[in-house]
């Protein structure tokens, strides 16, 4: 059934003002209302690290290998987005470059942060903003994440957690299970489990003790850890972890107990659509990124056709479903990643095509290797070249990129400038870069992304299809969450910025800087002089509010009662 969407417009620029930003450009988002659509459910997919040439380099493989035309991201193209990353107070890290996380914030919440941040504001007190997900949890939608990465890391949990750092992955954990997120499935098992004993993949992370997965499971969550107990699941909340870091790369599944991200979409799909409010799922393709970091050229092609399987089945469901908007991204470019170089117009597919594991697999191998004899056994093991130069070897041997700087991937880093060098693929380094990325959509949602767009859109649009009001939501969360830079004093109390925190909490304290005292109501309270201010410990901010005021260490944040 389709609807009409009506004042939704006046809604979204008040969003704008709220977030006190504007980086968008003009699109359909502010335009034309009236002939807009809703839709009941939304799948969110993310090519993490999956840029332009990305996209291209996996079609011209498909087209060559598979007989395949087109990928199926391709049939519902409709624009690119900007992806910088807004201004930090870690001055060096931000800018028109992005990271996972502020990209995630962006087009998971509607605002712009630093480098770094899950889905809060860029203060010394900092604020959370709400997702598209949170948002729609509140309008009792059922809602799901999934992803190749640890689900712990930044694209999906800017989605339903906050945290100043997104390296705070056990805190993510812990908050995902007061989320509302109903499916959660991905690795990072690790971040899950307090001991070894109690993991499957025999890793944890955890020093604090506490076992996350029994939390999930008195809250009612089915755990599943393989593709067999993944299929048969019934209960109607799902957390699946399927490797203690990441899933492994396609390259690298010798398991097939690993279910695929398109399998566990179908999954996810099945577990909430059971809900009649509907549905909002995200699904990350994170090891794209992860390929494109280490210049391993076979591996972005199988992630980016993996992901690209992911988004066939969300887009068959939606097509057959009829109250379903797909929308597709990627939160940046890794690697600057070129089809052809050193002015050679081509690329060899074949040479890439023969390597049969990740070069995180091969690269391990390659650091045991003891002189030039074990090189060229490794690489012929696994690419079927025999016919290494002295030059290629000392290379790999050295951990060198091919201009002869040292790699910061050692021998693995070596490998791969071998192998892209003879593929006539280029690489401009091993971080991310700054270019637009595509857009994909189908349904209603496609008529708010098309032609240019910021980052920021992505969520907005997401929200506006479905209904949902991130205003309301961030509010919701800032009048009982705030995340603010702290101090632990000598002897361990937790201390935080005097004027900051009065002004987040809304009430003025007067604060004598001289001797670092705040009187409230006649009473005197000491506080400690640090060179960015004078920190007081949180009875002082109960005294001036009037309010229960409680540390939570673990998710580093004050929740207010
Ligand atoms: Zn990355």
């Known amino acids: 059934m389709k609807k009409w969407l009506k004042g939704t417009a006046a809604v979204l620029l008040s969003t704008t003002l709220l977030f006190g930003c504007s980086n968008s450009s003009q699109s359909s988002l502010d335009q034309d209302i009236s002939e807009a659509e809703t839709s009941k459910n939304l799948i969110i997919l993310i090519g993490d690290g999956m840029g332009p040439a990305q996209v291209t380099l996996t079609r011209l493989y498909a087209q060559k290998y598979f007989d395949q035309d087109m990928l199926t991201l391709d049939e519902i193209l409709v624009g690119t987005n900007s992806t910088f990353a807004g201004d930090s107070t870690y001055k060096d890290e931000s800018g028109v470059v992005t990271d996972s996380a502020a990209s995630a914030t962006a087009f998971g919440t509607g605002f712009k942060t630093y480098n770094g941040a899950i889905s809060v504001t860029n203060e010394e007190v900092a604020r959370p903003i709400a997702s598209v997900i949170e948002a729609a949890e509140a309008a009792g939608k059922a809602t799901g994440l999934i992803s190749t990465a640890r689900i712990t890391h930044a694209t999906p949990a800017a989605y339903a957690t906050h945290v100043r750092q997104r390296s705070m992955e056990n805190a993510i954990a812990a908050q ?194 003891e002189d030039r004899d074990d090189v060229r056994k ?129 009430v003025k304290i007067e604060i004598n800087e001289q001797n670092a005292t705040a009187v409230i109501e006649g009473q005197k309270y000491e506080g400690v002089k640090d060179h960015s201010g004078i920190y007081f410990p949180l009875e002082v901010f109960e005294a001036a509010t009037g309010k229960d005021l409680t540390w939570d260490a673990l998710s580093e944040r004050i929740v207010i009662e």
């Open 176 to 369: 995902y299970v007061t989320s509302g997120v109903d499916v959660l499935l991905g690795g990072g098992e690790r971040h899950f489990v307090a001991t070894e004993e109690e993991a499957k993949f025999g890793k944890t992370k955890r020093e604090d003790g506490l076992n996350v997965i029994e939390l999930f499971q008195e809250k009612g969550y089915e755990v599943v850890t393989s593709s067999d107990e993944l299929e048969k699941a019934k209960g109607e909340k799902l957390l699946g972890l399927f490797n203690d870091s990441h899933i492994p790369y396609n390259l690298d599944r010798e398991d097939t107990q690993v279910p695929s991200l398109a399998e566990q979409l179908s999954k996810a799909i099945e577990v909430l659509e059971r809900d009649d409010d509907g549905f909002v799922i995200m699904v990350e393709g994170g090891r794209i990124d992860h390929a494109g970091h280490a210049n391993d050229i076979h591996s972005v092609v199988q992630e980016t056709l993996e992901f690209d399987e992911a988004v066939k089945v969300a887009l068959e469901y939606a097509k057959q479903d009829g109250e379903t908007s797909v929308m597709v991204t990627a939160d940046h470019e890794t690697g600057g990643l070129t089809i052809g170089s050193r002015n050679v117009y081509d690329t060899y597919f074949d040479i890439f095509k023969k390597v049969t594991a990740s070069s995180e697999i091969i690269g391990k191998e390659l650091e045991e290797a």
């Open 378 to 506: 490794i690489v012929e093991k696994y690419t079927g070249i025999n016919d290494l130069t002295e030059e290629e070897v000392s290379l790999i041997l050295d951990g060198k990129e091919w201009d002869g700087t040292e790699s910061s991937y050692g021998r693995e880093g070596g490998f791969n400038a071998v192998i892209s060098k003879r593929a006539l693929i280029g690489w401009t380094g091993h971080g991310h870069t700054g270019v637009d990325v595509s857009v994909y959509a189908y349904g209603p949602v496609a008529h708010y992304l098309t032609g240019h767009t910021d980052n920021t859109d992505f969520a907005l649009a997401g929200a506006k299809v479905i209904g949902v009001d991130l205003e309301q939501a961030t509010k919701e969360l800032q009048s009982k969450y705030l995340y603010p830079s702290f101090m632990i004093t000598q002897d361990e109390k937790v201390v935080f910025p005097g004027q900051s925190l009065a002004k987040a909490l809304g």
